[in-house]
């Protein structure tokens, strides 16, 4: 939920001097589909376009397909995205998750929540709540309370938020609030959450410039708040818009030929994909040896891409391959 930001304190965010670093951090779930694959391009354009470089993290603590990783860094190196050398993988973290876990516990920052989901959707659905807020139900309970609970069940770890709501600012979306609620840092089956993961690993890593979906917006406060808990500047944030399919809902892999395999199966060139996303941002023609044509790879992209001039409105693919067609020869 987003609310007025006159009294909602402001995260502390790397100046902006700072060396660009951005970072591109799929969920190897399976393989990428084409708003995936326009948001690595985004985070690349922005990143070089700043003089900056691009690090690649693999966020494999959940969902993860056997060899989708692999599948994915391929896809990206096929459209002229690079990265610096080292891929770092989630699953290789875990200690530095507990040593983040371990400084806020010595904040008094963090406790062990026993709610169900269901419990919490019954109390977050309660008139005053925010929808999917966690309403604090397991903040102040007592030790017998807690070692009782323990019994029955493994606990969640939760924050212990000291704020109502935080104040990130948004290249787009400009000074963005958005409640901070005591989010999950460790999960029931002891699985580092998505929030916690994600702060860790963008300080270790040096990233000050986070290009990303904007269904990931509302995450960014929270986020910037824990990582100003942990002592470090939040990144800048680029929010961008996402691809859509024809029912206006977000493009996932059931909407057809979607990704770069099975475009390519269905007769296109790599080229002809890279034109589709540059038509959508848009960019303008590039020209090569007196031929003029849309960029059909990433370093062509990068000769036209302009951070001001790119459509913040969502992309809208209705066909792939009709699309793909307009953009063959
Ligand atoms: N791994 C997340 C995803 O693939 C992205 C997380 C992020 O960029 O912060 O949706």
């Keep these: 939920m987003t609310t007025s930001s006159s009294s909602s304190p402001r995260a502390r965010t790397v100046s902006a001097e700072a060396e660009t670093v951005g970072r591109y951090a799929p969920s190897p779930s399976g393989d990428l589909h084409l708003g995936n694959l326009r948001t690595a391009l985004f985070a690349w354009l922005f990143a070089r376009s700043a003089g900056g470089v691009l690090k690649m993290r693999v966020e494999d603590l959940d969902r993860v397909r056997e060899g989708a990783a692999e599948s994915q860094l391929r896809d990206l190196a096929a459209l002229g995205i690079d990265w610096e050398p080292e891929v770092l993988y989630q699953s290789t973290r875990t200690a530095a998750y507990e040593e983040a876990l371990s400084q806020l516990q010595e904040k008094s920052l963090v406790y062990e929540c026993f709610c169900t989901r269901r419990e919490i959707q019954a109390a977050s659905s309660?008139?005053?709540?925010?929808?999917?807020?966690?309403?604090?139900?397991?903040?102040?309970?007592?030790?017998?309370?807690?070692?009782?609970?323990?019994?029955?069940?493994?606990?969640?770890?939760?924050?212990k938020s000291e704020v109502a709501t935080y104040t990130v600012l948004d290249r787009f979306a400009g000074e963005y609030t958005a409640e901070v609620d005591d989010f999950v840092l460790r999960r029931t089956d002891g699985v580092f959450a998505y929030n916690l993961a994600v702060v860790v690993d963008d300080h270790f890593q040096g990233v000050t410039q986070v290009v990303r979906g904007d269904d990931l917006l509302p995450s960014a406060p929270r986020q910037a708040y824990l990582a100003n808990l942990l002592g470090w500047e939040a990144p800048r944030y680029v929010h961008v818009p996402l691809a859509l399919n024809k029912d206006g809902a977000r493009l996932a892999k059931r909407d057809g030929a979607v990704t770069l395999a099975q475009l390519l199966a269905a007769g296109l060139s790599r080229e002809d994909v890279v034109r589709m996303i540059s038509a959508s941002i848009p960019l303008a023609p590039v020209k090569t040896n007196d031929d003029f044509h849309l960029p059909e790879n990433a370093a062509e992209m990068l000769t036209v891409f302009s951070p001001e001039n790119i459509s913040l409105n969502p992309w809208t693919v209705l066909d792939p391959l009709m699309e793909g067609t307009c953009c063959i020869g």
């Excluded at 309660?126 to 606990?155: D, F, I, M, S």
């Design 126 to 159: 309660a008139p005053h709540g925010a929808p999917g807020a966690y309403p604090g139900t397991c903040r102040n309970l007592t030790e017998e309370e807690r070692a009782e609970k323990r019994t029955q069940r493994n606990p969640a770890l939760r924050l």
